[in-house]
């Protein structure tokens, strides 16, 4: 009901769409999972070399993956439910494969995924830390992965 109000749809066009609640979250976090990746891939494809990736992944954990204070609470709460269900899991299985195909331009596939899993580290760590993180400790921290 409160989802068909927010759309200001009929509430009978909600159960026509989506049998269960699961369904509209799934779909809800597909959306989400590949609005986010736009802005990862565009980001990270912009970049022309190994010190552009550096820039870009600093830009992606301090503004790009955290425009609205709402894109970290469905960051996590995806995750949640990644961690309880399988089909949401697939969300975030398709998430990293495709954020480790655009780092692959510029390394080998193993440390595209040491890659990616630091940006999202950093990016929970920065996001919920107390104090603010300068961009200078996650330069740095990529840094020291890519060269």
Not at 34 to 40: E, G, L, S, T
Not at 51 to 70: K, N, T
Request: charged share 30%; proline share 3%; aromatic share 8%.
């Amino acid at each position: 009901r409160k989802v068909a109000q927010h759309a200001d749809v009929p509430l009978g066009s909600m159960t026509y769409h989506f049998t269960d609640m699961d369904e509209l979250l799934l779909e809800a976090f597909t959306r989400y999972a590949d609005r986010i990746f736009k802005r990862y891939s565009e980001r990270v494809l912009a970049a022309h070399s190994i010190d552009d990736l550096i820039g870009a992944v600093v830009d992606l954990v301090h503004r790009e993956l955290v425009q609205s204070p709402e894109d970290l609470v469905l960051s996590l709460e995806l995750y949640t439910l990644a961690a309880r269900k399988p089909e949401f899991r697939r969300i975030t299985h398709r998430w990293m494969r495709n954020s480790r195909s655009a780092l692959e331009r510029f390394v080998d596939s193993e440390t595209a995924f040491d890659l990616d899993a630091l940006i999202e580290g950093l990016f929970i760590h920065t996001s919920l830390d107390q104090a603010a993180r300068p961009r200078t400790d996650t330069e740095r921290a990529v840094r020291r992965l890519l060269t």
